[in-house]
């Protein structure tokens, strides 16, 4: 990050266009920035199948979908045990294969996060000289009662620092794979 408000000119623009939440009094919105050394289409690949995320995100064992795969579909995902759920019932919200843009929303599950919505955006660059994906994923969420909005925050910010984490060393893995160097 550098620049104005400490982002580039590319994450600024991107998270003009697709990350502007409205929180109400009690609620808290944050966003967080991952540049992955993989192409967009690889990246994307693993970002849009809403009926897979335990592909990438460390914390789901498995994840069943109602219905096809559209706006509207419901998924039921098992959260993996040490955390402060079992289960998260989770709604689509938006899938855009063009402007690679996924939103969902928490309807239900036994979690805190009430109203949660979140928007996760891709974005091609160069990064090393090679082409490289900027992914930027935000969310609104009420701030359960007895935690402030930081600690609400700092705790939805963690897991979706470790998803991004985790979509970054699969992606890239997936990329190594894919790369071959010139013999000179």
Known sequence: MSGNGGFSSLERECIGRHHR????EN???SLLIKHIKAPLPLVWS????????QKYKPFISWCVVQGNLEIGSIREVDVKSGLP???STERLELLDDD???LSFRIVGGDHRLRNYSSIISLHSEIIEGRPGTLVVESFVVDTPEGNTKDETCFVVETLIKCNLKSLADVSEGLAIQDWTEPIV
């Open 21 to 24: 939440h409205e929180p109400a």
């Open 27 to 29: 609620q808290c919105t």
């Open 46 to 53: 693993l970002v849009r199948r809403f009926d897979q995320p």
């Open 85 to 87: 759920a079992t289960t």
């Open 99 to 101: 402007k690679h843009i």
